[in-house]
């Protein structure tokens, strides 16, 4: 969590850096449209969809004892990778003109020079795919053997990449700075993790292994979830095409108010996902499935207790960080409304997205990803039809589009984590739930309270600068929900609190 933290810190730099450069301009639209096919790409092969199922299959070679079988696991599917990937960038790089005319931003071709932009713009990207999926990779192998920290950093690099491009390349080059700052930051992202990936003395084989069993198990895991990453991933197209048709900067607005409910959702729930799959696996490859039901309740526990606030204050706090955070340069007061009500609707829905997180790779680990696969569709499906039902109604009301597509993520993310909630409890015969809603109803008390508090502290906050405004409200918000969570009895605040006691008292 710390490293999630940090890489998260260092992103937010990032995305400072860049906000004043380039705001919400034309500039910056063409960038994230343009960078939607390499991230798919990515997703697509690399992703998600690799974790879910390597990381079951490699881990299970690992705990039977068959390192020579995991490490022609692990050189297989690199050469896969890498294989299909050079390929997909290829065909990319030669429709890329059809693929932004006719699938991602058709508005565009009323501008020329910014649709000739975005082309140049995602054929210099490309590149990216290919060292991100051979570091998700990697970032797998790390993860099976218990290493989380260098993977957990990877992203600062990535970061430090698109840092570098912004100040030392985009003063020179504009925009296209920014995308070479993309392809260098892949590149750091993969080198980090390389160093510790050597220590482990595995043996690479040249091989694609289509015919071993190992691969084919994989590849079984694999074609589910892909299904459901590709829906995933239609959707963000969905989403482009449609913000790229509202006012100018949309494009922009959705992809920074997302990236923003990422970062706190990253540190919270990605961090614990990532650290309790191999658990969760091990538990499972070793018959003792009550353990896990125990591990992934508390999990679920520690994620609500986490989530909740951190939903709460972002909303509240939006527009004051905000403010605080990017409005300068190219990034105007304009640009602070767009992103601020992307952000609202999407901090609604950061409970779901880190339920999801945690559930899904707990499906995963019992080598089930059907399940997860097909209730993501489903969620998916629906994100697509209320993008065009709430973006539209929101312009009916004299809304901005953009937050329609935010609160029909966040809608259709909250009903995919309740099916997978109640699915789990199924297979596993329980899942603690009394206690489980027990700390929640506590923990929703809390941030209601907090949240009362917040309110309280902007209307008499109101004329005072940013900085006070946001470090005042955390602040405050910490204060209350930390007390009222601890008066109420939620055994986890309890604990760290005696922890924290306890240490206090041996330095003393």
Known sequence: ??????????????????????????????????????ETLFNLVAGGALSSAFIPTFTSLLTRGDRKGAWKLASSIANLILLILTLAGVLTWIFAPLIVRYILAPSFASDPAKEAQTISLMRMMLPSSILFGLSALVMG?????????????????????????VLVLSPKVGIVGLAWGVVIGSGLHL????????????????????????????????????????????????????????????VTGV????????????????????????????????????????????????????SIPASVGLMMLRIPAITLLYQRGEFTSRSTQLVAWALLWYAAGMVGHSLVEILARAFYSLHNTKTPVFVGIGAMSLNIVFSYLFSALFLRLGWEPLGGLALANSVATGLEAAGLVLLMRRR????????????????CAAASLMGMALWGWLQGSKGQPAWLVVGGGVAIGGIIFLGVTYLLGVSEIKGAVKILIQRLARQG
């Open 1 to 38: 969590m710390f490293a999630f933290v940090f890489s998260s810190l260092v992103g937010l730099v990032g995305q400072i850096l860049i906000a004043k450069s380039f705001g919400t301009t034309e500039n910056m639209d063409a960038f994230n449209v343009a960078n939607q096919v390499p």
């Open 141 to 165: 192998i790390l993860n099976s053997h218990q290493i989380f920290l260098f993977p957990a950093l990877a992203p600062a690099m990535f970061q430090l990449g698109l840092i570098f491009g």
């Open 191 to 250: 080198l980090l993790q390389v160093p510790v990936l050597f220590r482990l003395g595995g043996k690479y084989v040249p091989t694609l292994g289509l015919k071993t069993p190992d691969v084919r198990e994989v590849a079984r895991l694999i074609g589910p979830r892909l299904l459901g990453v590709a829906i995933v991933q239609l959707n963000f197209w969905i989403n482009t095409r449609l913000a790229s048709q509202f006012t100018d900067g949309s």
């Open 255 to 306: 992809v920074m108010g997302f990236t923003l409910m990422l970062m706190p959702e990253a540190a919270i729930a990605q961090s614990i996902a990532i650290a309790a799959m191999p658990t969760f696996s091990a538990q499972v490859a070793l018959g003792k499935l009550a353990e896990m039901r125990a591990s992934l309740a508390a999990s679920l526990r520690g994620v609500l207790l986490l």
């Open 428 to 443: 596993l015969g329980g899942l603690e739930g009394m206690k489980i809603l027990s700390g929640m109803v506590k923990v």
